[in-house]
């Protein structure tokens, strides 16, 4: 009886550590999701697009790189507007408001909206981008020798960790894991 308290508590605790980390998480994912401009120099060099912004380097690059596959914007359409910067503001304001003029691929959620003038060709380009989720919380069972442990795992970028309770509280086992291959 008493070690099901026990193990009843440390699953509520596990369960209000992960709504605080959801709810945190959930608040820095809508500031991501704010569309930036980003001038077509700054696309080019990773430590001004970095700046821009505001995402670390290895993210820039990321972000780079999703621009660099896609080569072409989600969608081309027009707007009036007396020059490309002025037109760059309207796009910006028209998908913060999610216009319903807007086709629906540019107001979709991702993780960061690049919105870059391209004043060659006179037009507003729309980047969606996704970057793969680096930090990531894991719950589950281990079951080793007839044995079951309960599993708390958290992973961040390639690295995980997990640490295995039995039904005392305490940690039975722990492993780390590396991820060798991603698709």
């Known amino acids: 009886m008493a070690n099901n308290k026990r193990l009843l508590y440390i699953i509520g605790v596990a369960v209000v550590v992960g709504l605080i980390v959801l709810a945190v998480g959930y608040k820095l994912q809508v500031d991501k999701q704010q569309p930036q401009v980003v001038p077509t120099t700054a696309l080019q060099d990773t430590k001004a697009l970095s700046k821009t912004i505001d995402v670390t380097p290895a993210t820039a690059v990321q972000i780079q790189r ?19 910067v002025t037109a760059t503001k309207q796009t910006q304001q028209a998908i913060n408001n999610k216009s319903e003029s807007l086709p629906a691929v540019v107001t979709a959620k991702s993780d960061r909206t690049v919105i870059t003038p391209n004043e060659q ?26 044995k079951s442990y309960a ?29 060798v291959t991603q698709w």
């Open 66 to 84: 999703e621009i660099q596959q896609v080569k072409e914007p989600i969608v081309t359409y027009y707007v009036q507007a007396p020059d490309i």
């Open 121 to 146: 060709q006179q037009k507003v380009d729309v980047y969606k981008i996704n970057l793969n989720k680096t930090h990531k919380i894991k719950a589950g069972l281990t079951v080793i020798d007839d």
């Open 151 to 179: 599993t708390v795992g958290y992973q961040a970028g390639k690295f995980e960790g997990m640490a295995h309770f039995k039904g005392d509280g305490k940690i039975k086992g722990a492993t780390v894991l590396y991820t």
